[in-house]
């Protein structure tokens, strides 16, 4: 299958600072990438559908503020986690999409805010 | 608004046992519907894609089927191996203005030696 490449695959970082987390598609344009939030033991929840060259549409909820996603091109988006805090902690796991709608994921990114 | 619902939410069987894991959803305009695999703290696994015009597809030991009509689909695994234990979530894709991949909680499978 495609290989969806995701990193870091663990962060630790200090409250009030920013974090970036790249998703790239190995071996496929990916037009649309999603980005998931996973808190433990629980499924994946949806926080915004990344599109090429156009802005990320946000689930409700979600700060567009503070959770910049940006998909400068077909095989690389973008989430920043802007000033941090411990309770954005948590398990973020990007996933492209092919062309004939199969999606891929990422290997997921801890963060850990402290 | 799609839902998701997979039955049971953990099951726990000796090695070498056939076993079916279930997944439902509400609205049956999709696109596909796709059955994952995750190990603890890691990313998702594609098993198997079944496309809405497709009744099944098969992997190995894994057989998945669909009836979009009804909104439901399983996951078969025959001769469960201790390899198996991992969480199994089913997705549907939905298009149209709701574009979107859609999980259910998953099924916390077990398979002891």
């Known amino acids: 299958g495609a290989v969806v490449s995701q990193h870091p695959s663990w962060v630790i970082c200090k409250s009030g600072t920013s974090v970036k987390i790249e998703c790239r598609s190995l071996?496929?344009?990916?037009?649309?990438m999603f980005w998931y939030r996973q808190f433990p033991k629980q499924s994946l929840m949806l926080m915004a559908t990344?599109?090429?060259?156009?802005?990320?549409?946000?689930e409700q909820g979600v700060e567009k503020d503070k959770f910049l996603i940006n998909h400068a091109s077909l095989t690389l988006s973008t989430l920043t986690v802007t000033s941090a805090h411990p309770e954005d902690s948590s398990f973020y796991i990007c996933?492209?999409?092919?062309?004939?709608?199969?999606?891929?994921f990422g290997q997921g990114t801890r963060l850990t805010v402290v | 608004k799609q839902e998701v619902t997979q039955i049971p939410a953990a099951l726990s069987v000796p090695e070498g046992e056939n076993l079916v894991l279930n997944c439902s959803f509400t609205?049956?305009?999709?696109?596909?519907l796709q059955w994952f695999r995750q190990d603890p703290g890691k990313g998702l696994t594609s098993l198997l894609l079944?496309?809405?015009?497709?009744r099944e597809q098969t992997s190995g030991r894994l057989n998945a089927s669909l009836d979009k009509s009804s909104g439901r689909s399983t996951l078969y695994i025959a001769a469960s191996q201790p390899g198996d234990s991992a969480t199994y979530l089913c997705?549907?894709?939905?298009?149209?203005?709701?574009?979107?991949?859609?999980f259910g909680k998953g099924t916390l499978l077990t398979v002891n030696p």
């Open positions: 996933s492209g999409i092919t062309g004939g709608a199969e999606a891929f």
């Open positions: 071996d496929f344009q990916a037009t649309t």
């Open positions: 609205d049956s305009a999709i696109y596909n």
């Open positions: 990344s599109n090429e060259g156009s802005k990320a549409t946000y």
């Open positions: 079944i496309q809405s015009s497709q």
């Open positions: 997705a549907v894709f939905s298009g149209g203005s709701n574009y979107k991949l859609t």
